[in-house]
T-cell receptor, first 115, second 115 residues
Framework: GAVVSQHPSRVICKSGTSVKIECRSL??????MFWYRQFPKQSLMLMAT?????????EQGVEKDKFLINHASLTLSTLTVTSAHPEDSSFYIC???????????FGPGTRLTVL | AQSVTQLGSHVSVSEGALVLLRCNYS??????LFWYVQYPNQGLQLLLK??????LVKGINGFEAEFKKSETSFHLTKPSAHMSDAAEYFC?????????????FGKGTTLSVSS
């Protein structure tokens, strides 16, 4: 149990376009989902906390207008990278909390490459 | 504020040797502690976690970790390394008194296993 999926697993886009990444909890309801970003050979950095039915909470330094997060249901959160630029190229990973179990379950990640 | 320090960005062992990955944490509240493993281009898989109770925690794939409050440590060990253990390992901490709190990750340790 506690499986989290992400779609797409890999995306390549042109600079200036927008990309949407989906994060789904497949066998549990997740009131809280998290979005992380990971640069090569580095650790995961929290971008935002997404709560179902409310606005996401962004970490300091993360542009909320650039990284749009929507958590419309208990099983789906989306991250949209708007007007993507090459510096947005990264590995984006989501996780979901399966309350009341402790801990988070991670999706397989999405590799974004902006040309 | 919470933080995690992983000593040694790269650890190399021979197959069959002891694996020891070090993790120290800082937390103003009783912590929840986690170890995750990441294989190339994949998400994170939970190895084990400490919440409350027994301080020696056993996880998957023969790994275990011991919570030592006096040393603020949560080192990961495995008695005998296997080639398939080669991966990136992350230690993480979260606050126990805040539901849905995100994880704070260490910088990661790359484990190499030679035959």
């Amino acid at each position: 149990g506690a499986v989290v999926s992400q779609h797409p697993s890999r995306v390549i886009c042109k600079s200036g376009t927008s990309v949407k990444i989906e994060c789904r909890s497949l066998d549990f309801q997740a009131t809280t989902m998290f979005w992380y970003r990971q640069f090569p050979k580095q650790s995961l950095m929290l971008m935002a906390t997404s709560n179902e039915g409310s606005k996401a909470t962004y970490e300091q330094g993360v542009e909320k207008d650039k990284f749009l997060i929507n958590h419309a249901s208990l099983t789906l959160s989306t991250l949209t990278v708007t007007s993507a630029h090459p510096e947005d190229s990264s590995f984006y990973i989501c996780s979901a909390r399966d309350s009341p179990r402790v801990g988070q379950f991670f999706g397989p990640g999405t590799r974004l490459t902006v040309l | 504020a919470q933080s995690v320090t992983q000593l040694g960005s790269h650890v190399s062992v021979s197959e069959g040797a002891l694996v020891l990955l070090r993790c120290n944490y800082s937390s103003s509240v009783p912590p929840y502690l986690f170890w995750y493993v990441q294989y190339p281009n994949q998400g994170l898989q939970l190895l084990l976690k400490y919440t409350t109770g027994a301080t020696l925690v056993k996880g998957i794939n023969g790994f275990e970790a011991e919570f030592k409050k006096s040393e603020t440590s949560f080192h990961l060990t495995k008695p005998s390394a296997h080639m398939s253990d080669a991966a990136e390992y992350f230690c993480a901490v979260s606050a126990t008194n805040q539901a849905g709190t995100a994880l704070i990750f260490g910088k990661g340790t790359t484990l190499s296993v030679s035959s």
